[in-house]
């Protein structure tokens, strides 16, 4: 028997889109549209004694599949749902024989259509199309056709699948959490349930924008183990039905762990050394610490920046440190953790300075401050001229005209826009190329019915004429994405999240967890893949774009818990999210082009100076250069600068007509928790 799993891209992804929050919008003006069905190339999917082949005319994508002429022989499609409901599933076929060819097919393992007839299509150039309509559940179905006699499968060029919901109506939000039973490492959490017209299915738990963990719809407790000592939890809830609708969110509450009884810390690690240094790397060793506990985890440091934590039962007392700029000093220790948190002394330090830069794109060779007193600036684009960049704010709605002499002065604030008390707000903000004609710029920003994109005249000084050109874009407390800019084919760009409700990436039909390309006047883009606003989707909450020398989108991604992702953008593509976080084997996803620990990223924008992309890190707090291999799609080794030593970094910019970067902090946020105006801008120089 020949089983062959193909897993290269094709031109649509073998993910299921349906519809959820089914509106495509035309400007400001909710439509409701028909689903798009979504198309999975039968060379993409699982086959059984059989073949994906090319030797006839008129297929789709890259061939089509020839099963072997035996019974049993069959082609397996995976389909992923974002709700519960009816799907119509149009089988196209070609079968050059005199007679039927009959296959069962089988939804989840159950036979939906027994020895269903593909006639006789005059040749194998002919193609047809057999139409059936069959329940499929939210998430993942297995669509297999099997055939059953020993003539075999007709050839089999892809299925087309649309999805009408049975049930749209979302569960009411779960209310007043609260928490209980609390000790260093567990607690309890306890919320008012949540109501459906059918039936709450299960309650997500998020600890501020990550998925803590889950309950089930019958349960209004969870009690959350594995946390640790002396730390606030912040923790909201979704309730969501079993036709995959998810609620808004609760009330947040705020829980915090006791000091733990363990006071006693780990001794100090032995002897550290450093080998193999590279431009961009050393490998590190050092002896075990013992603790009357456990040892828990190893903090490799300089001073009190962490580089990187090893972790593991017992952690591993090596390490290769990557991600070291180049021609740089390093001196470093390590220090031993345990469960409570207590810290060992250090251990000895290491001294060295990594090998000269190679490369010929320039790195950063200084930093200075621009301005002082911003309160989280979150979008900067600058003005043709290059004499000033408009800054927007994002809790404060405001708008200000920054210069690279320091100058900060308030031009306006955007109408309507309103806190999520999370990530929502004021985000970002795009000049338009044709500015000294029109005066145009755009803005994304939260609303009272979720996220749009707006536009406004400047005239050098002052805002006005504020209009929606799109909205409909659902909100949430995080991932609400929000960056802006223009491609060198005239078109807006935005980044949307998904809104903490992740099955609404896979939807099509859905304008979150999307790259949207859009018209100035906010109709969408023509050429965009799916006929919508949708130029790219399976994005979680991505807040990176910038497009290179060669026109090339590139985006930069927050992952979950696993993998913070850099992408190379191409139309029509799925990046995977919720089925994949980070690199995976999945069929029909695009993988990311370089991966991150979350602890080393949480990505935000990103922009490119001489063909390298500077990617800002929140809670990486570093400045991530990764450089791209000439023309090509692959990207060098990432190098790391600033670790630690300004805080949270939240936007990049290029200066126009310089080699040089504006960077900002978003210290003042819910994460950095700074006060107001503790945010600067600075200018880095790269040589």
Known sequence: ???????????TAAALTAVLLCTALVQAIPQQAAAAATRYEAESATIVEGAAESNHSGYSGTGFVNGDNVVGSYVEFTVTAASAGTGKIAVRYSNGTADARPADVAVGGTVVSA????????????????????????GSNKIRLTSTTADGLPNLDYLDVTVTPSDTEAPTAPTAPSCSEITENSLTLTWGAATDDVGVVAYDIYEHGNKFGEAPGTATTKNLTGLSADTTYNLTLFARDEAGNVSSVSPVVDCTTPKSDDTTAPSAPG?????????????????????DKAVTAYEVRSGSTVYKTVTGTPPATT???????????????????????????????????????????????????????????????????GKSALVTERDSFKVLKATPGGTRTQVGTVPETVTTDGEGGLLGVAVDPKWSANHYVYFMHTASEGNR?????????????????????KKSRYHNGGRLAFGPDGYLYASTGEAQTPDLAQDKNSLNGKILRMTTDGRAAPGNPFGNYVYSYGHRNPQGL?????????????????????NLIKPGKNYGWPVCEGTCTTTGMTNPKKTWNISEASPSGIAIVRNVIYMAALKGERLWRVPITGDTEELGTPSAYYVGTYGRLRTVTEVPGQDQLWLSTTNCDNKGNEPDGSDKLFRVSIT
Not at 125 to 131: D, P
Not at 550 to 566: I, P, Q, T, V
């Open 1 to 11: 028997m020949r089983i062959a799993t193909l897993t290269t891209s094709r031109r």
């Open 115 to 138: 020895a269903r007839a593909f006639n006789a299509t005059t040749d194998w150039n002919t193609w047809a199309t057999s139409t059936l309509t069959t329940p499929l559940k939210a």
């Open 271 to 291: 002897t550290l050394s450093a080998s193999g240094l590279t431009v961009n790397s050393v490998a590190l060793s050092w002896g075990a610490s013992t603790d």
């Open 319 to 385: 390490t290769t440190l990557t991600g070291l700029a180049c021609a740089s000093p390093y001196s470093l220790d390590v220090v031993a953790k345990d469960a409570a948190g207590n810290a060992s002394p250090p251990s000895n330090t290491v001294a060295f300075t990594t090998p000269d830069c190679t490369t010929d794109g320039g790195v950063p060779s200084g930093i200075t401050t621009v301005s002082s007193g911003w309160s989280i600036p979150w979008g900067i684009h600058w003005m043709p001229d």
């Open 453 to 473: 994109v707006a536009r406004m005249t400047y005239d050098g000084s002052s805002l006005s004429g504020y209009k929606v050109l799109l909205q409909g874009i």
């Open 546 to 566: 910038a497009f290179d020398r060669n026109g090339r989108l590139w985006e930069a991604e927050f992952g979950d818990s696993k993998k913070d992702e850099l």
